[in-house]
């Protein structure tokens, strides 16, 4: 599937009118301070979407094509697990060298005509880019996507400060439209069908018929938003990967809307994590392999784009100015532990997603963060809090179908086994976002009493006895077991445990 | 304001500092791509292959007629402005083909600012040179710059390319390394594999959704022992 | 030349095995012995510590994992039937002892861990015969045993080697049922979805039983078809294998 319109960084609308739809829930924080309660409920959101039959096959369907997609991109697993441990070695070195890289990536951009801005926080982020408009008198911007944008709340922030802020990407425009959110990083608008894109054009842009026709519907967002390119006072997009070396940004796309946003209007502003710099142009070469087939199961995508500056001198067309802003927003802190670290290699492709049974079955809205899936799963809780995302971390199974596929090598479920340590416990020295505050006396508690038997044969004996012979007594309404039998019988022990019959009869004999 | 925040800046590179990850650099591994090498005629057939899968057209032509074949095709589709770099060595040899010809060559010789409505709205293609290709996946290597501006390749409905077969590279690590651009990158450097697409709505394919709804590729056969 | 096959073979249980299904144990121990091997079975068997340690609460996976290490001084390979476990011993008891005074020992007997129809085929090299009637059966691969422990294909080969078998694969083989400890009881309704997906994909295969080598995927795959009432059963492969290889 080609869907990843944008793969780079993908990005989305904002949540400017959140409480608008009803699949988005009122989470509207931009610095996120690590709280300790949280009425963000994982379980009640995927329950609810759960339910929704339509959006259980639509994404089924799609994730089906999309990992046959992509296991026809490898069809030799020795090449791939090569392919793989280059792109894991590439992004390790680029951790490893992180500051060195960024200060070097800052010079060649000042060198290459590039200017480059801090920022530790999505304030200071959204802020920044406010100016860089207002000094320009720009009132019309153009996106690409970004899902850092995503997490700054850029278009809410822009637009209430007259700015209007448009997303060019099809799936972005599609779902900024019905003010919604992305239910996918490469895919933003993968959730609705074309029925209800067909509705929402006919009723939203000006003149237009209704149709169901894909060609049709994509002219339609063609004639309108081709207008905005060519009106439009600035543009803005991500990063895919920006070089050290030469000053370069790099964007990868399928659609063009990346190219129309960074080369049409006098102004580009590109906003990238702080995490996607890598040292040499030519160790872009493997990611970008490894990204357009992990994402989409492309070989390779329409654009792949390569900015080193704005336009030149003879140059007849290009940006008058382009920006670089360099966002943090947890990301140091994450890059602080040495475990943790891992989570920054992560180049967006989303195939963790992909292949994720629990995304699958519940979309991405159901996890009310600005990233989905596995790896929203352990980006979110390190950006925002462990206590308040408690539940997220443990909404995995640990089945390990997201690090097997992912292009850089993430162990996400080890990930998410530390962050569940970290949401119960403050140890000293850890420098995660709300570490201890989703610890609770009755977990606690509960993982004390097991340990207690269990490190003790003749409990854990006496225990299994009981088990056994009251075994069709076990009351139904035991929370656990409660919960258990939503979808299932009581198990039932056995009548005599394997190890009560060895100690009466003896070890069997052939 | 090249730094608005130096304060955010050292905040950040201290933070960065201070988790002192240190640590010996992994060694990178490249034989898985450098052992991807294929002949000649062999990297021509795979970058139509891969290109053709995403609706890429190709022209045939030879060094001496590669013009020609630019306007035939140019003709029969009906094409009323073709935009081009007139200041290029290929430039100056389709201007001499075109004279005369019912498609109308437009000059892209002055700062988009003067005529960006008619770019939008009236170029019928685009015509572009191309520094070489990538037989792996299929590609066109492109650097935009004065003499080529960076819409042309972008704006009008349909992207006239030419392409050398003699300058098809076997990857874009290795195009990277050949071209030089890991040394000095152009301002604007771009792979270009196919008409814009998207599967935005229900992963159905549709071209053109913002940029050219159709690649054409003059490919060149200049291959030593290729008939001339 | 192969290196002398091992004669002699700790078993470890696991706790699920131990409640749930004894007579899968049971059946491990007499695949062994059937091999050549000389079971010993410690006494003091509890868990491997897994639930705990998947939830963060490290100490107390450690405090239980200790005094199970310990039950295994002696240089022996260490037999489980179940891929979790295993897994858990394998791969996860480095970690867990990681810069702690017992390091080296849980690190010398992980390396001595394997899955039981790992040892039956990799190391001990079994060869089955049926005895059994024509059966259909399906496989659910449990994902520790695929990814944490690394399993590749031995307990299909086992199936294999039995005539009278047919193993209709399940067209998401590869994809979790579910069960994911903890996850089944704080995430019920998404887990619940789950099962019932994997239950509808053993169902459409038209098998008789499935087959697994984790007691937990056998305990909830059960446990849903129970409750739809299907006409499946499910079965641990130990026991499956030595139902059908054994003169009564």
């Given at each position: 599937m080609h869907g990843e319109t944008d793969m780079n960084e993908g990005g989305p609308s904002g949540r400017f009118a959140p409480s608008a739809s009803p699949l988005v829930h009122p989470h509207v924080v931009t610095e996120r301070s690590p709280a300790t309660t949280s009425d963000l409920s994982f379980r009640a959101s995927a329950a609810k979407a759960l339910g929704d039959v339509q959006l259980r096959a639509n994404f089924r369907r799609a994730m089906d094509g999309l990992m046959a997609k992509r296991a026809a991109q490898f069809p030799d697993p020795g090449d791939l697990q090569e392919l793989r441990d280059l792109g894991t070695a590439v992004r390790a070195r680029s951790l490893l060298r992180l500051p060195e890289l960024l200060e070097q990536l800052e010079a060649s951009c000042s060198r290459n005509g590039i200017q480059v801005h801090w920022a530790e926080t999505c304030d200071q982020a959204n802020a920044l880019i406010l100016g860089l408009l207002q000094a320009k008198g720009a009132t019309r911007l153009v996106k690409g996507k970004s899902m850092v944008s995503e997490e700054m709340h850029l278009n809410a922030f822009l637009e209430s400060h007259g700015i209007e802020s448009l997303e060019s990407d099809l799936g972005e425009y599609i779902i900024q439209l019905d003010h919604e959110t992305p239910s996918h990083i490469i895919m933003p608008a993968i959730h609705k069908n074309k029925g209800q894109i067909a509705r929402q054009f006919s009723q939203k842009i000006k003149d237009a018929k209704y149709t169901e026709d894909v060609d049709e519907l994509t002219a339609l967002a063609r004639k309108v938003l081709r207008q905005k390119f060519l009106e439009a006072d600035a543009g803005l997009s991500g990063v895919n990967f920006a070089v050290a070396e030469t000053g370069t940004l790099c964007l990868v796309e399928n659609e063009g809307n990346g190219r129309m946003s960074t080369h049409v209007p006098p102004l580009h502003i590109a906003v990238m994590g702080l995490e996607k710099v890598v040292a040499r142009l030519e160790d872009v070469a493997p990611l970008y392999a490894l990204l357009t087939r992990s994402a989409t199961g492309q070989p390779v995508s329409t654009y792949f784009n390569l900015i080193s500056g704005p336009r030149a001198e003879g140059e007849k067309d290009g940006p008058r100015e382009v920006h670089l802003v360099i966002l943090d927003n947890g990301r140091s802190r994450i890059y602080g532990d040495p475990q943790l670290q891992a989570t920054l290699r992560c180049i967006r492709c989303g195939a963790c997603m992909n292949h994720c049974p629990v995304y699958t079955r519940v979309g991405g809205h159901a996890y009310e963060a600005v990233y989905p899936g596995p790896i929203g799963k352990i980006l979110t809780p390190q950006m925002e809090g462990v206590g308040l995302r408690h539940d997220l971390i443990h909404g995995s199974s640990l089945c390990g179908a997201c690090s097997e596929v992912c292009p850089v090598e993430i162990p996400i479920p080890d990930i998410l086994v530390r962050l569940r340590r970290e949401a119960t416990h403050a140890d000293a020295g850890s420098k995660v976002a709300?570490?201890?505050?989703?610890?609770t006396a009755a977990e606690d508690l509960a993982w004390r009493a097991w340990a207690a038997v269990l490190k003790r044969p003749g409990l854990y004996r006496f225990s299994v006895w009981f088990a056994t012979r009251f075994r069709r007594f076990i009351p139904g309404g035991l929370p656990l077991l409660k919960a258990w039998t939503m979808s299932r019988t009581k198990p039932l022990p056995a009548p005599r445990s394997l190890q009560e019959r060895l100690r009466s009869e003896g070890l069997p004999r052939v | 304001m090249s730094d608005a925040r130096p304060d955010s800046r050292s905040a950040i590179l201290a933070r960065l500092r201070a988790?002192?990850?240190?640590?010996p650099l992994p060694d990178l591994d490249t034989a898985v791509l450098e052992r991807r090498r294929w002949t000649p005629a062999e990297r021509v057939r795979r970058l139509r292959q891969g290109m053709e899968a995403i609706h890429a057209e190709f022209l045939e032509a030879r060094p001496d007629d590669w013009p020609a074949v630019i306007r035939a095709f140019c003709e029969r589709e009906g094409l009323r402005t073709l935009l081009f770099g007139p200041t290029t060595e290929a430039g100056r040899r389709l201007a001499e083909a075109m004279a005369g010809s019912a498609t109308t060559l437009r000059p892209y010789d002055a700062p988009v600012e003067t005529f960006k409505a008619e770019l939008f709205q009236s170029v019928d293609a685009g015509f572009t040179t191309t520094l070489g290709g990538v037989a792996e996946t299929g590609g066109l290597l492109l650097a935009p710059g004065p003499r080529e501006p960076r819409l042309l390749s972008l704006v009008p409905p349909l992207h006239l390319a030419l392409l050398r077969a003699s300058t098809i590279h076997d990857t874009l690590w290795s195009a990277i390394r050949a071209l030089g651009w890991g040394q000095a990158a152009p301002q604007n450097a771009l792979m270009i594999s196919g008409p814009s697409k998207t599967a935005d709505i229900e992963q159905t394919l549709a071209y053109g959704v913002h940029g050219p709804k159709r690649l054409v590729v003059a490919l060149v056969d200049d291959l030593p022992g290729s008939p001339k | 030349m192969n290196a002398p096959k091992p004669t002699k073979a700790y078993f470890y249980g696991t706790c699920l095995v131990d409640l749930f299904f004894p007579d899968a144990g049971m059946a491990g121990i007499q695949l062994l012995q059937r091999a050549g091997v000389e079971v010993v079975f410690p006494e003091g068997q509890t868990c491997c510590g897994q639930p705990a340690y998947n939830c963060g609460f490290f100490e107390e996976a450690r405090a239980v994992a200790r005094t199970q290490i310990a039950l295994f001084p002696e240089d022996l390979p260490v037999i489980l039937p179940s891929g979790s476990c295993a897994g858990m011993m394998k791969h996860h008891y480095p970690d867990l002892f990681r810069?702690?005074?017992e390091e080296a020992a849980a690190l010398a007997f992980s390396a001595r861990v394997y899955e039981l129809t790992q040892f039956l085929v990799d190391v001990l090299e079994v060869r089955l015969e049926d005895l059994g009637q024509p059966v259909k059966v399906t496989w659910h691969s449990s994902c520790h045993a695929l990814r944490d422990l690394g399993l590749k294909g031995q307990p299909q080969a086992l199936i294999g080697q039995l005539a009278h078998v047919e193993l209709a694969p399940l067209a998401r083989e590869r994809e979790c049922c579910g069960f994911g400890g903890t996850f089944s009881v704080r995430h019920p309704e998404i887990s619940g979805a789950m099962s019932c997906d994997k239950a509808a994909d053993a169902l459409a295969t038209g098998a008789e039983v499935v087959l697994s080598t984790d007691g937990g995927c056998l305990l909830n795959v059960k446990g849903v078809l129970e409750a739809q009432a299907a006409p499946m059963r499910v079965q641990h492969i130990a026991e499956f294998l030595w139902e059908r290889t054994h003169a009564r």
């Open positions: 709300g570490k201890g505050t989703g610890r | 988790a002192g990850s240190g640590g | 810069g702690q005074p």
